[in-house]
């Protein structure tokens, strides 16, 4: 697995080198494949929580319907688990049906895209621009105006409520 991320960070960090962008024009900081926030797989694994460790720094998906954000409908901001990052505005998520919290929209350089052929599918996976973490994957049938879902683990996101 370990082998299988890196090599595929490589060949990211080579496209993004030719590309600069990347495939939904999220704004790479330069220097990409560098994260703000690196620490050891050791130090994750104290860090983040067993469930939450395994999503994201083991690219796992969370069982549907399991995530208590699906139904956080306040205005506030969607961050990052691993490093506390803001990354989606309320006002982007929607309800997709597929029992993983949606987004139509990250907040601008909040997230990287990189391809993922596992299990035989062609996806994008998505992951926290700052720290790296998996968050999970985009699709190209969501809503107007940008027609992206980001469908995200719910258990790779915490919740900031605007103050009143
Ligand atoms: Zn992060």
């Known amino acids: ?37 690196t620490r050891t797989d050791a130090e994750w694994r104290k860090l983040l929580r067993g469930d939450v460790y395994e999503v994201m720094r083991r690219s796992g998906t969370e069982r549907p319907f399991t995530s208590d954000l699906l139904h956080e409908v306040r205005t506030g901001t969607f961050t990052c688990a691993g490093c506390e990052r803001d990354l989606f505005a309320s006002h982007t998520k929607f309800e997709s049906g597929t029992g993983w919290p949606s987004f139509w929209q990250p907040l601008p350089g909040s997230v990287l895209t990189q391809r993922d052929t596992s299990f035989g599918m062609v996806r994008d996976a998505v992951e926290c621009s700052r720290c790296g ?24 996101l915490h919740f900031r409520p605007a103050s009143a």
């Open 133 to 156: 973490g998996h968050l999970g994957h985009v699709f190209d049938d969501g809503p107007k105006p940008t027609g992206l879902r980001y469908c995200m683990n719910g258990i790779a």
């Open 1 to 37: 697995m370990t082998t299988r991320r890196s090599l595929l960070r490589t060949g990211m960090t080579a496209l993004l080198a030719g590309a600069g962008l990347g495939r939904f024009g999220s704004a790479i900081a330069a220097g990409a494949g560098r994260f703000e926030i």
